[in-house]
């Protein structure tokens, strides 16, 4: 959309995601992310924490989902959306602030962490819908810290099967990890 600021913040997830449904079957999430940064005062021989951004990311429909499988509490994540500011009024009778991310994009940072992509198909893809495995890949999330866990690939989300021979994350057009895409 012209003329929204789009901005890209690197923190912490806060607390662990919480998926929720609107009454037409949607799924949401809001991500709250905590950004925070961290100097070394040369007077003092210390680190000092510097200033703090609490930033709340709407997350939609299949990626709420991937979210909530792939994210907790603690986990490095850099999201990236489109900035909205919402006032409020506390029970107080006064009046607060929200920082929001619409239409948010959210990876985890592999500065501290090592992650293992599984790709998932959902009914919007636009990969083709021809008949193979479910994931491209054929794997599944390993388990370990800063919020990868599970083990368990991820299955019948209602989406087209495999994919067409020119979709360079395929199992027909990929078949290994040692491979290239063919791009």
Known sequence: MAGETTVT??????????????PNGTAVLTLKVISNS???NKNSGQWEEGNTF????????????????SVKKG??????????VRRFDTKDGGTGTVVELK????GVSLRFAKAQVEKVR???????GQSGPQDGFGGSSQGGHDGFGGGQPSQGYGGP???????????????SFDE????
Do not use: K
């Not at 986990?75 to 909205?84: D, F, S, W």
């Not at 239409?103 to 959210?106: P, S």
């Not at 959902?122 to 083709?128: L, R």
């Not at 290239?180 to 791009?183: E, H, L, S």
């Open 38 to 40: 961290r100097f070394y």
């Open 161 to 175: 099967q495999g994919g067409s021979a020119d979709d360079a994350w395929s199992a027909q057009a990929n078949s």
């Open 9 to 22: 913040v690197i923190g912490n997830v806060v607390e662990d995601p919480d998926m929720r449904f609107l």
């Open 122 to 128: 959902s009914a919007g893809s636009s990969y083709g």
């Open 75 to 84: 986990t490095r994540v850099i999201v990236q959306g489109n900035l909205a």
């Open 54 to 69: 609490v930033v709340h990311c709407d997350v939609w429909r299949q990626q709420a989902d991937n979210v909530v499988e």
């Open 103 to 106: 239409q948010a994009e959210v």
């Open 180 to 183: 290239a895409p063919p791009f």
